[in-house]
């Protein structure tokens, strides 16, 4: 059973950096898989944040606006997402899984929250 495991959120200032990441178990063929970061407001439908192509190339959403990077690491299957320039909007739970498409159940994901 595949296993999606997120960690790296918390509290930073507005204007601040982080950098979370996801640790995906028991997909074999992750070396092959688009994944995709996804993120969740309070209140509001989780959405795509952007996606990392089996070759390294990235796609993101317009809100992200230059200010976020998704990386990969194929030999450990680990997928990073550096966040920098967080605005207030951006607080919420964010998750990993297979993109476009999230085939997988949801992990627990990691909570950022921006404050002032």
């Known amino acids: 059973q595949v296993q999606l495991v997120e960690s790296g959120g918390g509290m930073v200032e507005y204007g601040g950096s982080l950098n979370v990441s996801c640790v995906i178990d028991n997909l074999a063929s992750f070396n092959a898989r688009a994944m995709g970061w996804y993120r969740q407001a309070p209140g509001k439908q989780r959405e795509l944040v952007g996606s990392?192509?089996?070759?390294?190339?990235?796609t993101y959403s317009d809100f992200v606006k230059g200010r976020f990077t998704i990386s990969r690491e194929n030999a450990r299957k680990v997928v990073h997402l550096q966040l920098n320039s967080l605005e207030f909007a951006d607080t919420g739970r964010y998750f990993c899984n297979t993109a476009p498409i999230a085939f997988y159940s949801w992990g627990q994901g990691t909570h950022i929250a921006v404050s002032s």
């Open positions: 990392i192509q089996k070759d390294g190339s990235t």
